[in-house]
């Protein structure tokens, strides 16, 4: 008798029952079809399924629910009507307890797929909660083309390009909304050409809108072309119709690429920043900058980040991937100096800029990646006791992983937006490092995406 299992045949459109067993990485669920494994977007763990096969891969399938037999008891009917067809609802059908433990249990997925030093010892908290599950995020880029002769703005569709229109958002702060929409009404009242993918023609984009706490807009149309037509006509409808708006910019970004934004940014109303407010601080923040997306949850976060390194004030603290310096600078207070590096001109620019807005003098940010900016500063004399990083999605660069392993300052809180990258530093960092505690952070309710504070210490030698 051969020990050989036969290939699974299966073609799209087939349907078969499904058992959910767990949910993946982008948040959706997970059954084994005849030993291979199934993706069907919106099914939840301990349901029982009727899937539709929509692609067959060599080592996977995706599926969509046709049909649900028995659900699960988190089961919730999402606030938002295009939850489960546009890209960034992916969790609002899940119970939000259900999404806390979930997130938690993505931190030890990736542990266990990377293996650190010591993994399965290390102490992964419970999730923090966002204090709003809803009417939290504080930007959004609404693509903008032409259906059926009218103008439409929103959210791809999963895994396509097409637009679905987006008349309400329950997880944008509510005036983005009311902007987005009246931006749309002028744009067709107008006749401003939406872009045209297939032959890379028509004007606007994207709109991008920034809300902050202190109450102001800016709004940044994001062009195929400089030309902007009937441009004037738009800024005077805008000044009229949206107080609110004190910054209107364009972005010119031509062509056919897969990037949202272009190089070239230009001031067409208004000031040039926007203000928010974090920790006690005042942050001005151009078009391109970034901040995290759940402002109250921010300063939980850094607070967060503050207790890992429990900073002395005899402390300097290295502050690298600095962004705008919103993390360095709100603990400068609790330091005897803080030193940022940013890759980004301008970012390091207007940490600067921040730092003196708000009167902070023991600050300084400078240009140039943190693996070369360590080291010379060190061979300037510079001693150095504490180090916080935010990476982006990527993670660390493999150079500053070595830097920090010659440099090895004391105190080192690692905060992470991508678990798995995070896994795989740690299994670099680890055994110089240890791992006292993981803390994942929940900054986007309603979607897979969670953040996580982790305290290192140098292991005993």
Same mark, same amino acid.
């Given at each position: 008798?051969?020990?050989?299992?036969?290939?699974?045949? %299966?073609?799209?459109?087939?349907?078969?029952?499904?058992?959910?067993? !767990?949910?993946?990485?982008?948040? $959706?669920?997970?059954?084994?079809?005849?030993? !291979?494994?199934?993706?069907?977007?919106?099914?939840?763990?301990?349901?029982?399924?009727?899937?539709?096969?929509?692609?067959?891969?060599?080592?996977?399938?995706?599926?969509?629910?046709?049909?649900?037999?028995?659900?699960?008891?988190?089961?919730?009917?999402?606030?938002?009507?295009?939850?489960?067809?546009?890209?960034?609802?992916?969790?609002?059908?899940?119970?939000?307890?259900?999404?806390?433990?979930?997130?938690?249990?993505?931190?030890?997925?990736?542990?266990?797929?990377? !293996?650190?030093?010591?993994?399965?010892?290390?102490?992964?908290?419970?999730?923090?909660?966002?204090?709003?599950?809803?009417?939290?995020?504080?930007?959004?880029?609404?693509?903008?083309?032409?259906?059926?002769?009218? %103008?439409?703005?929103?959210?791809?569709?999963?895994?396509?390009?097409?637009?679905?229109?987006?008349?309400?958002?329950?997880?944008?702060?509510?005036?983005?909304?009311?902007?987005?929409?009246?931006?749309?009404?002028?744009?067709?009242?107008?006749?401003?050409?939406?872009?045209?993918?297939?032959?890379?023609?028509?004007?606007?984009?994207?709109?991008?809108?920034?809300?902050?706490?202190?109450?102001?807009? $800016?709004?940044?149309?994001?062009?195929?072309?400089?030309?902007?037509? !009937?441009?004037?006509?738009?800024?005077?409808?805008?000044?009229?119709?949206?107080?609110?708006?004190?910054?209107?910019?364009?972005?010119?970004?031509?062509?056919?690429?897969?990037?949202?934004?272009?190089?070239?940014?230009?001031?067409?109303?208004?000031?040039?920043?926007?203000?928010?407010?974090?920790?006690?601080?005042?942050?001005?923040?151009?078009?391109?900058?970034?901040?995290?997306?759940?402002?109250?949850?921010?300063?939980?976060?850094?607070?967060?980040?503050?207790?890992?390194?429990?900073?002395?004030?005899?402390?300097?603290?290295?502050?690298?991937?600095?962004?705008?310096?919103?993390?360095?600078?709100?603990?400068?207070?609790?330091?005897?100096?803080?030193?940022?590096?940013?890759?980004?001109?301008?970012?390091?620019?207007?940490?600067?800029?921040?730092?003196?807005?708000?009167?902070?003098?023991?600050?300084?940010?400078?240009?140039?990646?943190?693996?070369?900016?360590?080291?010379?500063?060190?061979?300037?004399?510079?001693?150095?006791?504490?180090?916080?990083?935010?990476?982006?999605?990527?993670?660390?660069?493999?150079?500053?992983?070595?830097?920090?392993?010659?440099?090895?300052?004391?105190?080192?809180?690692?905060?992470?937006?991508?678990?798995?990258?995070?896994?795989?530093?740690?299994?670099?960092?680890?055994?110089?490092?240890?791992?006292?505690?993981?803390?994942?952070?929940?900054?986007?309710? $309603?979607?897979?995406?969670?953040?996580? %504070? %982790?305290?290192?210490?140098?292991?005993?030698?």
């Amino acid at each position: 008798m051969s020990n050989t299992t036969s290939p699974v045949v %299966v073609s799209v459109g087939d349907r078969f029952p499904l058992s959910i067993k !767990k949910l993946g990485v982008a948040g $959706q669920g997970i059954g084994y079809f005849k030993h !291979k494994v199934c993706f069907v977007p919106g099914a939840l763990p301990g349901e029982q399924v009727v899937a539709e096969v929509t692609a067959v891969h060599e080592r996977f399938l995706e599926a969509k629910l046709h049909r649900l037999k028995r659900a699960s008891k988190d089961r919730v009917t999402p606030r938002d009507a295009v939850a489960g067809i546009a890209g960034g609802f992916e969790l609002e059908h899940l119970a939000y307890p259900a999404q806390l433990a979930y997130k938690r249990q993505m931190v030890k997925d990736s542990l266990a797929k990377f !293996k650190p030093h010591g993994w399965r010892h290390y102490q992964v908290r419970p999730t923090l909660a966002s204090p709003q599950q809803y009417g939290y995020r504080n930007k959004a880029q609404f693509q903008v083309r032409e259906v059926d002769g009218q %103008v439409v703005a929103g959210l791809y569709r999963a895994n396509s390009h097409q637009v679905v229109d987006l008349k309400e958002c329950a997880v944008q702060l509510p005036q983005t909304m009311r902007v987005m929409r009246a931006l749309v009404n002028m744009v067709g009242d107008l006749h401003i050409p939406p872009y045209v993918e297939a032959n890379h023609s028509g004007i606007l984009k994207t709109i991008a809108i920034r809300e902050t706490t202190t109450g102001q807009l $800016q709004v940044t149309l994001i062009t195929n072309t400089k030309k902007l037509v !009937k441009k004037h006509q738009l800024l005077e409808r805008i000044a009229a119709e949206l107080p609110a708006v004190t910054s209107v910019m364009q972005n010119v970004n031509p062509g056919d690429t897969p990037l949202v934004w272009g190089e070239e940014t230009i001031c067409l109303a208004g000031e040039e920043t926007v203000t928010e407010s974090l920790m006690g601080l005042d942050f001005k923040l151009s078009a391109r900058s970034f901040l995290q997306l759940n402002p109250t949850q921010c300063e939980n976060l850094y607070e967060l980040a503050a207790q890992a390194l429990d900073l002395k004030p005899t402390d300097t603290l290295i502050d690298a991937y600095a962004g705008v310096g919103t993390i360095g600078l709100s603990l400068a207070s609790r330091v005897k100096q803080v030193l940022g590096m940013e890759t980004i001109a301008a970012a390091a620019a207007d940490a600067n800029a921040n730092a003196a807005l708000n009167g902070i003098t023991n600050a300084r940010y400078e240009c140039g990646p943190a693996e070369e900016l360590l080291p010379k500063w060190r061979a300037a004399g510079q001693h150095f006791d504490a180090l916080v990083v935010d990476p982006p999605r990527t993670g660390l660069d493999d150079r500053l992983i070595e830097t920090i392993l010659a440099e090895k300052p004391t105190k080192f809180c690692y905060v992470s937006c991508n678990m798995a990258t995070l896994a795989r530093n740690l299994a670099r960092l680890t055994p110089t490092y240890r791992v006292d505690y993981i803390q994942p952070v929940d900054m986007l309710p $309603q979607t897979p995406r969670c953040e996580a %504070v %982790v305290k290192l210490s140098l292991a005993a030698d």
